[in-house]
């Protein structure tokens, strides 16, 4: 079983920058699709991002032209960019391997497993 394992949180002031990563061995060459979620704390999880093998990018509304999702397959790495970031961006923010039944390998939903996460604050 493959845990993702997720870094570069930490606290950051209102309209900062932040990138978060999240490395998962096998998820490129299983053909899977990575997404980000995030938790605030009392709150319930919520979904992100989504990032598909060919690159096919989808966004929450609550992030849209503010967060960039992108991969790095040489080293199964999905980066999650976030800029502009706002008080009610503060959550844990965690990937999961996920797929298609249209071209993902059964490794992909073998695999779907939830990362520690990062904790990212934005605060003044």
């Known amino acids: 079983q493959v845990q993702p394992v997720e870094s570069g949180g930490g606290l950051v002031q209102p309209g900062a920058s932040l990138r978060v990563s999240c490395t998962a061995p096998?998820?490129?060459?299983?053909?899977?699709?990575m997404e980000w979620y995030r938790q605030a704390e009392g709150k319930g999880r919520e979904w992100v991002s989504s990032?598909?093998?060919?690159?096919?990018?989808r966004y929450a509304d609550s992030v849209k032209d503010r967060f960039t999702i992108s991969q790095n397959k040489a080293e199964d790495t999905v980066y999650l960019q976030m800029i502009k970031v706002k008080p009610e961006d503060t959550a844990n923010y965690s990937c999961?391997?996920?797929?298609?039944?249209?071209?993902?390998?059964?490794?992909?939903?073998?695999?779907?497993?939830w990362g520690q996460g990062t904790q990212v604050t934005v605060s003044s």
């Open positions: 096998g998820f490129t060459s299983n053909s899977c699709i």
């Open positions: 990032i598909t093998p060919s690159g096919r990018t």
């Open positions: 999961k391997i996920s797929g298609s039944t249209g071209y993902s390998s059964s490794w992909c939903f073998d695999n779907s497993n």
